[in-house]
């Protein structure tokens, strides 16, 4: 059976729609993970090689296809570019191509897949232990501001209180890791991320973005320790990068699982 023209001309402009967005979000997420540590701008930021500081030019820089055409190294200087800028292609293509499967186009889901791209650039940023700019988390803000005044506006005293209740719940978390752990460090920056996720997210979804992240927490240290038998204190990533994967998970299904859940509960 041949699908109709019009149903086949939506999905071809889906197709490249998708592709298009998501090499966009892949260039700016690698640009920015590379740019932190010298901390340039955010606002013009220049792509460059993190090697030999050379600028690099629009072919240097398209997901997949640059990556490979060099082998995996930079095109100036022939040193080994990281793996991480195939992952980000990787998961920025996929967050793009999941959030439109599931959501479709919307003015309202533009703000979601923006944030959703900030959160795979701050997952590595973490990984990689490197700096999480406040000019990011800036942003990431007013994002979760303008989607609830434009959209939800009913909804901002809600959103203004579960963000106060993130700033708790991680100061919470960080003073039980104190107490419990030999890490002493009080990491202003999951705070700080939990208030953001409160705001955006609303009380319900950001509860369960808590409770995935501790969830995958246990269950990626535990994996470590037994199986890959590192030690303890090594075993869970940090958890800025657990709350940001949990967070993706969450936008992406975070209300089925609330409305299975409540059918559950009315058994």
């Known amino acids: 059976m041949v699908p109709d023209p019009p149903k086949l001309n ?8 998708i592709l298009l967005l998501g090499f966009v979000f892949a260039i700016l997420s690698n640009n920015t993970i590379d740019q932190t540590p010298k901390k340039r701008t955010y606002s013009r930021p220049t792509p460059y090689c993190p090697s030999c500081a050379t600028k690099l030019a629009w072919k240097d820089m398209l997901p997949f296809w640059s990556y490979f055409r060099s082998r995996g190294k930079c095109p100036y200087c022939n040193v080994p570019l990281p793996i991480r800028h195939l992952y980000v292609d990787i998961l920025e293509l996929a967050w ?3 959030y439109i499967w ?5 003015f309202e889901g533009s703000i979601a897949l923006l944030y959703g791209m900030a959160l795979i650039g701050i997952i590595f940023l973490a990984k990689e ?3 999480l700019g406040d000019s990011l ?3 990431m803000g007013m994002l979760a501001v303008i989607h609830f005044l434009a959209y939800n506006p009913e909804r901002f005293p809600e959103a203004a209180l579960s963000m106060l209740l993130g700033i708790a ?3 919470l978390y960080n003073l ?3 107490f419990m752990t030999n890490d002493s460090a009080f990491e202003l920056t999951e705070i700080k991320l939990g208030a953001l996720l409160g705001l955006f997210l609303g009380m319900e979804l950001g509860l369960v973005t808590l409770l995935f992240a501790l969830a995958g927490g246990a269950v990626i240290g535990s994996i470590n320790v037994r199986i890959f038998h590192k030690p303890s204190e090594d ?6 990068e657990l709350l940001s994967a949990a967070a993706l998970v969450t936008i992406l299904l975070g209300s089925d699982i609330l409305q299975l859940y409540e059918r559950l509960t009315q058994i």
């Open 10 to 17: 939506s999905l071809m402009l889906d197709f490249l729609g």
């Open 137 to 139: 988390l800036l942003v």
């Open 235 to 240: 075993a869970m990533p940090a958890f800025t």
């Open 176 to 178: 039980i890791k104190i």
């Open 102 to 106: 599931r959501f479709g186009w919307s």
């Open 129 to 131: 232990k490197r700096e």
């Open 169 to 171: 719940a991680l100061a």
């Open 96 to 98: 793009v191509a999941f």
